[in-house]
């Protein structure tokens, strides 16, 4: 646009569960929400002049407002942004923002129409601003040959007016949805280099907690490409808790792994080494004073995931309840979730996968199977062993 | 289109998930699929002549094929589904068969695409398919001003060939996805007359579980029509599972609640009520032979379901898993599945909230409180009363 309407501001909207809380919970919220969006922008080094805060709305000054507003669709707790001129509420001055903004925007012979959401008294009413302003742009554009479409244009053209000022934009950037990360507790995180657990991840801090992702190392059952994969996965869930810390565990358990495949009965490998790793991450829970495991898993997904079996997993912890956002996900939908936040281009790299997998796994295993084959093993020893093994690591 | 080209037939495409199991689960699976398909049809008296199973597709032989094509996307572990004309491999054929489609499909001044997938051993290539076709329908409706369009068309002729016979068809409607009900166990769901709780029966459903619905009944906290929303939305599920038991369990729980709300501390009501809950779905469990318990809750919606909250709820049941399907879903998108599979409506329909619900309710309970809480009452035998005066419907 015209460098006299060059966008100054970014509108920032609020999730809709937000402005449903309780008074003080909101308010809580919507400081947790302020706060994330400073670091984040500071993090990603994008420059701004201030922040304004109003009720179910958050204003961002700045000269970057295109950057601004990309950089902000990673935030939860923002249901979608737009990068906007603000000027006075004055008629005049809208219609001449407008203008310039619909001079940059429309294109020849398209559809457009104008919106308007008012707060406040003015002298004009909201249908009156849309009409007015729908008028001039006909008229002043007549080379363009536009013509309105009120309810499937090409572009829109919106005028947010809130008392003596308002806000002239013409795209909303979709948000992370969701809470501000922080306005939960923290999870234990089971992440894999795979496709599944990045997303579950993803999904549990959408919804506002703080992760703390668990990698367990199967090497030498795997190649050092799979721990590469859950690290860069890792640092590109982070990139959604930008100011929160980003410490991952690393936990060897490619020794349990040998063990369970050489001491116990093939078909139940995969559940014993699930069962290990819940308890492991129920051990890293009670020391991070986490509240809850999230895994991957969906329903029937593998032999380990069917409905049968979550129950046989599910048995090995007591203490922390077992959170698996994608119970209900196809592989497609997990896949197209992880595409748009970025980590199925890391899932998919090429990697060995895990060689202990049996041939014919149980996919109804017997509680009572898994726990002789389990009372055969040290199975604590084996536990205390890994959490003492293990390491974290700041990514 | 015209009499000779009715469609005759549709192709029922596979979920993917269901395609890479291994071949004797993919077998079983084909199985039930065959046996769902079978069972909706002819619960929704839609008639067909033949269901032909071939690998990783399934044709039906039908004279309603676009009412047997829209029946299907009801079935689970089907992708998507095409109303198709039936014919044989011969190109003249397919060429004659396919210009009968455009003659109906294809509008003045559209853009278009052949597409051909082919299966077996041919005098031509699907490229030359598409080719041939294309040439052809450019040439006879030189009338409507036609166009082709590879990459954004806005209609698709489309020929499938297999060995001698081939598949002619325009469009393709989603299916339910998923697994075949019945390839998964059997899962006890919490299921109010709200919005939530039906969309997460209905992801366990897409899974393949079947389900058993616990409603409980809080009057004379809640009014009739939260029963009577409730058993609609049980009525409205089983349309997903044709051929499975549709009987809906009944728990008086007002009872208990009045106790909660008596003689307990007011802000653990909800709390109090969702571990009964959970203790009395574990027993119907137990009766019923299921493998979980399915609930709404998503991380944070609602007050009882924070984090922490929900590590206090889970603490009531220690021999079932209880799977949250909506645990990183947004309202909006659970309303936006609610609305797609019917269940949303019911679920707004005007009922008297319930009215036990206290102002403040915890957040961020400690499971010392909730035992001591609980520690002064019965909740033994307020779980078996319920129990004992639960009635079972079939709906």
């Known amino acids: 646009m015209g460098q006299n309407t060059r966008f100054d501001s970014v509108i920032v909207r609020l999730g809709g569960e937000i402005g449903i809380k309780s008074e003080w919970t909101r308010r809580e919220y919507e400081k947790l929400l302020l706060k994330n969006i400073r670091n984040t922008l500071n993090h990603f080094g994008v420059a701004y002049h201030k922040i304004i805060h109003k009720r179910g709305r958050i204003y961002v000054e700045t000269s970057n407002a295109k950057q601004v507003a990309n950089t902000l669709t990673r935030v939860f707790g923002i249901s979608s942004v737009s990068p906007a001129k603000h000027t006075s509420s004055d008629m005049k001055t809208i219609v001449q923002t407008t203008l310039s903004l619909a001079r940059a925007t429309l294109k020849k ?49 919106n005028v947010e007016v809130r008392d003596d000022e308002a806000y002239v934009f013409s795209e909303a950037l979709q948000g992370g949805g969701g809470f501000p990360v922080g306005s939960q507790g923290k999870v234990i995180c089971l992440l894999s280099g795979g496709i599944d657990s990045p997303v579950a991840c993803w999904l549990a801090m959408k919804r506002g907690c703080t992760i703390v992702p668990v990698y367990f190392d199967n090497s030498p059952l795997t190649d050092d490409v799979s721990k590469a994969k859950a690290l860069d996965i890792a640092r590109k869930l982070f990139e959604w ?21 050489k001491d116990a009965p093939r078909k139940l490998t995969c559940l014993l080494c699930k069962r290990m790793m819940y308890r492991i991450a129920e051990r890293i829970a009670q020391e991070e004073k986490a509240e809850g495991i999230v895994t991957g898993e969906a329903i029937g997904e593998q032999a380990s995931q069917t409905i049968t079996n979550l129950k046989v997993l599910n048995e090995a912890t007591r203490s922390y309840p077992v959170h698996r956002p994608l119970l209900g996900f196809d592989k497609n939908e997990t896949e197209a979730v992880g595409r748009k936040i970025g980590t199925f281009e890391i899932s998919t790299r090429k990697a ?44």
């Open 109 to 157: 012979r398209s559809s457009f129409a104008v919106r308007c959401h008012r707060v406040g008294q003015h002298t004009y009413s909201s249908m009156g601003v849309c009409k007015t302003v729908g008028e001039q742009i006909l008229t002043r554009f007549k080379d363009k040959d536009l013509r309105v479409d009120l309810t499937n244009p090409e572009a829109t053209i």
């Open 241 to 261: 808790s930008i100011g929160y810390p980003r410490r991952v565990y690393i936990v060897p358990h490619g020794k349990n792994l040998q063990t369970f495949v």
């Open 352 to 395: 060995k996968g895990c060689t202990a997998a049996p041939d014919k796994p149980a996919t109804k295993a017997k509680l009572e199977d898994v726990k002789k084959a389990e009372a055969n093993l040290n199975i604590e020893k084996m536990v205390q062993e890994s959490i003492n093994e293990a390491q974290t690591m700041t990514v």
